[in-house]
C-alpha cells in the first residue's frame, strides 16, 4: 500500500520525507490558505523538488479549464511522470479525467462520496479514486463500508485505479485502510508519527538498552564526576554541609594517609541523631565506628554492580581505584 503524506506545511513536509519511504504528498488549496500561502505556483515548485510524486488540485468549470489548467501548472517546470493532478467528482470532472488521461498525464478523481461517483471515476480512467473517509463519518455515514465497495469494484472488474483512503483522522483509520486493501493512503504527519508507538514495544525496547548498558559500560564511566570525600578530622556538620553539596545521600570519609575509614550516610546520621540528639554535630566524623565499606572496582562492569546492590541491599557502592576512593555509584545510576 503507497503511503502518502496530507499536508501543506514545508516544515511538517521536510520532516516526513526524511522517513525516506513516502511514496508522495497530497496537498489541497485549502492546506495552502491555513498555511498562510500566497503564491500556490512557487510553492508547487518548491514542493515538486522535495517529493517523489505530488498530487495538486487542477480546477476548472468545465473540463477544458481543467486540461488548461493542468498544462499551466506543468508548465511551471513539473514532471508529468511524478505530477497527479486532483479532479474534483462532477460530470465535468470525470470528462476533464479522461481528457487528461488522454494527454498522458496522471489523474486522481477526489471528494468521491458514493460508489456511483467511483465508478464514473474509474470508467473515465482516474489514475486514483479518493473517498474521504473522515468527512463520510462525520456526516453520519458508513465510511468504511463505501471504501469496502470501491475496493470490491476495482478488483471485480479489473480497473487500473488505485483506491486511496483519505481524509484520515485517526490511527485505526491507517488499520482500515490495510484490512480493506487500499491500494493508497494519505496520512496526517501528526499520525504517522504514532503509527510505530506502543506500550509493550516501549518497555522490551528500555529493558533491552538498559541490559546493553549493565553489560557494555563499566562502573567508572557511570560515577557522577564529583566524589564526596572527607578527611576524618573532618566536623559532622561540615560533613553534612558537604554531603548536601555533592547531592548523595553518602560520603566517603578517609583516614590522614588518604586509606578509606569508611562511609558515612544518611541513614546513619538519622540514627546518631536519634540516639544522641544535636550533641552528635560536636563530633568530627572520624568520631563514630565504621564497617568496613561496600565497594567495587572503578573497571568492572555495571553488571557485576548490579549483582552486589541485589546481594547487599544497599543503595550506594563506594567506587575504588588503586585502592583509593575516586567515587559513589548509586543504584540509581544503573537506570541512566
Known amino acids: ?34 498555511e498562510g500561502i500566497t503564491d500556490i505556483d512557487a510553492m508547487i515548485v518548491k514542493l515538486s523538488k522535495i517529493v517523489p510524486v505530488l498530487q495538486i488540485e487542477a480546477l476548472g468549470d468545465t473540463a477544458e479549464d481543467v486540461l488548461k489548467e493542468a498544462k499551466r501548472q506543468l508548465d511551471l517546470g513539473l514532471d508529468k511522470t511524478k505530477t497527479v493532478f486532483k479532479i474534483p467528482v462532477s460530470l465535468e470532472g470525470v470528462r476533464a479525467c479522461k481528457m487528461l488521461r488522454n494527454e498522458g498525464l496522471l489523474v486522481n478523481v477526489h471528494l468521491v462520496y458514493t460508489l456511483q461517483q467511483a465508478y464514473m471515476a474509474m470508467q473515465a480512467g482516474a489514475t486514483y479514486v479518493c ?18 465497495q470501491i475496493v470490491a469494484a476495482v478488483n471485480f472488474y479489473g480497473y487500473d485505479t488505485k483506491v486511496m483512503f483519505s481524509s484520515v ?8 485502510a490495510l484490512n480493506l486493501g487500499v491500494h493508497t493512503i494519505t496520512v496526517p504527519l501528526k499520525i504517522i508519527k504514532q503509527l510505530t508507538e506502543n506500550h509493550f514495544t516501549t518497555v522490551g525496547t528500555d529493558q533491552f538498552i538498559r541490559d546493553t548498558r549493565l553489560m557494555t559500560v563499566r562502573v567508572k564511566d557511570a560515577i557522577n564526576s564529583v566524589n564526596p570525600l572527607v578527611s ?3 566536623s559532622l556538620a561540615d560533613a553534612i554541609v558537604k554531603m548536601t553539596e555533592f547531592g548523595f545521600g553518602a560520603i566517603t570519609v578517609t583516614n590522614k594517609d588518604g586509606s578509606i575509614k569508611g562511609v558515612f550516610t544518611d541513614g546513619e546520621l538519622r540514627r546518631k541523631i536519634q540516639a544522641e540528639g544535636r550533641d552528635v554535630l560536636n563530633h568530627k566524623i572520624g568520631d563514630f565506628t565504621y564497617n568496613t565499606p561496600v565497594s567495587i572496582d572503578a573497571d568492572a562492569l555495571l553488571n557485576d554492580a548490579a549483582a552486589i546492590f541485589k546481594t547487599t541491599k544497599v543503595d550506594t557502592l563506594l567506587v575504588t581505584a588503586n585502592g583509593k576512593p575516586i567515587g559513589m555509584l548509586d543504584i540509581q545510576d544503573l537506570e541512566d
Open 131 to 148: 473517498p474521504l473517509v473522515g468527512r463520510l463519518q462525520d456526516q453520519g455515514h458508513d465510511a468504511l463500508d463505501l471504501v469496502s
Open 169 to 176: 483522522r485517526t490511527m485505526e483509520h491507517v488499520r482500515n
Open 232 to 234: 576524618e578530622d573532618t
Open 1 to 34: 500500500m503507497e503511503l502518502y503524506l496530507d499536508s501543506a506545511n514545508l516544515k511538517e513536509i521536510e520532516e516526513g520525507f526524511k522517513l525516506g519511504f513516502l511514496n508522495g504528498l497530497t496537498t489541497t488549496p485549502t492546506f495552502m490558505q491555513r
